[in-house]
């Protein structure tokens, strides 16, 4: 079982920055494609910035220029470094990966608990 846990959270003002981490722990597995996902309050939860393992990435259109999702995959983690932070970025962040048991051809989507990014006016 692969557990995937997401830090770096908190309350930041605006125009302030945040690093999200998101490491990858357990046995026997490789990860593929990683992205963060965010839901505000009362809103469905949108993909916000995705990572393929080669390291091609793509954003939504309201943190393009922002936000810089990177990942390692040495240490299976991968972050997100938030910049010029707007009251409209609060949302719990989670974190997701296709991760691929070792020695099968099948994969699945593992989740983080998510972290709470709250961005004061």
């Known amino acids: 079982q692969v557990q995937l846990v997401e830090s770096g959270g908190g309350l930041v003002q605006a125009g302030g920055s945040l690093r999200l981490s998101c490491a990858a722990s357990?046995?026997?597995?490789?990860?593929?494609?990683m992205a963060w996902y965010r839901q505000a309050p009362g809103k469905q939860r949108e993909l916000v910035a995705v990572?393929?393992?080669?390291?091609?990435?793509n954003y939504v259109d309201s943190v393009k220029g922002r936000f810089t999702i990177s990942r390692d995959n040495a240490k299976n983690t991968m972050y997100l470094q938030m910049n010029s932070l707007k009251p409209e970025d609060t949302a719990v962040y989670y974190c997701?990966?296709?991760?691929?048991?070792?020695?099968?051809?099948?994969?699945?989507?593992?989740w983080g608990q998510g972290t709470q990014v709250t961005v004061s006016s």
């Open positions: 997701n990966a296709e991760i691929t048991p070792y020695g099968l051809r099948w994969s699945y989507d593992g």
């Open positions: 357990g046995n026997s597995f490789t990860i593929n494609r």
């Open positions: 990572i393929t393992s080669g390291g091609s990435t």
